[in-house]
T-cell receptor, first 115, second 114 residues
Framework: DADVTQTPRNRITKTGKRIMLECSQTKGHDRMYWYRQDPGLGLRLIYYSFDVKDINKGEISDGYSVSRQAQAKFSLSLESAIPNQTALYFC??????????????FGPGTRLTVL | AQTVTQSQPEMSVQEAETVTLSCTYDTSESDYYLFWYKQPPSRQMILVIRQEAYKQQNATENRFSVNFQKAAKSFSLKISDSQLGDAAMYFCAFSTSGTYKYIFGTGTRLKVLA
């Protein structure tokens, strides 16, 4: 079984709809991240959480919100989706006790299309 | 602010040949980490190789090696004996020891020609 899972894997929605992307991990990591990937722009950080009560904005948080329901679950919401939020979304985790590399482990991604 | 630049949007290499992907970064930090991730058509982000800035020795993982030039702020990836399965998007990423956040480059798409 995958260590970091994301649901759904693909989603098509309409402008104005509320969308939630979910991320779960079985790695026991305390840190979780949400990124979006756009062609030619690489991956950009939306939100990150260092534990259940510590949530921080990344470089492109406008239009998004998150919820850390438990150490293993981190959800990303688009309150009112717009077409320029069409992108590939990744969840990632890392372990604060995992040594000095800061290595992040990625989920399989969610392809979101907003019409 | 830290930045990561990958100046080659696309590269091609013949099977069994060697290719080098470029990455430069800008930071005022002295303690940081650098990574190369591979993203095949499956979309999964796969860690290829990593380097700690304080280590002068270049990291190597089988056919993958890096040329880390700290003074020049350069971190290139060399793939030897290229295989068809190496075809993917490659991302360079930077992280400082304090922030634990990644900053990614824009990626290089590698094509491997049979």
């Amino acid at each position: 079984d995958a260590d970091v899972t994301q649901t759904p894997r693909n989603r098509i929605t309409k402008t104005g709809k509320r969308i939630m992307l979910e991320c779960s991990q079985t790695k026991g990591h305390d840190r979780m991240y949400w990124y979006r990937q756009d062609p030619g722009l690489g991956l950009r950080l939306i939100y990150y959480s260092f534990d259940v009560k510590d949530i921080n904005k990344g470089e492109i948080s406008d239009g998004y919100s998150v919820s850390r329901q438990a150490q293993a679950k981190f959800s990303l919401s688009l309150e009112s989706a717009i077409p320029n939020q069409t992108a590939l979304y990744f969840c990632a985790t890392s372990d604060s006790k995992g040594g000095s590399y800061n290595e992040q482990f990625f989920g399989p991604g969610t392809r979101l299309t907003v019409l | 602010a830290q930045t990561v630049t990958q100046s080659q949007p696309e590269m091609s290499v013949q099977e069994a040949e060697t290719v080098t992907l470029s990455c430069t970064y800008d930071t005022s930090e002295s303690d940081y980490y650098l990574f190369w991730y591979k993203q095949p058509p499956s979309r999964q982000m796969i860690l290829v190789i990593r380097q700690e800035a304080y280590k002068q020795q270049n990291a190597t993982e089988n056919r993958f090696s890096v040329n880390f030039q700290k003074a020049a702020k350069s971190f290139s990836l060399k793939i030897s004996d290229s295989q068809l399965g190496d075809a993917a998007m490659y991302f360079c990423a930077f992280s400082t020891s304090g922030t634990y956040k990644y900053i990614f480059g824009t990626g290089t798409r590698l094509k491997v020609l049979a």
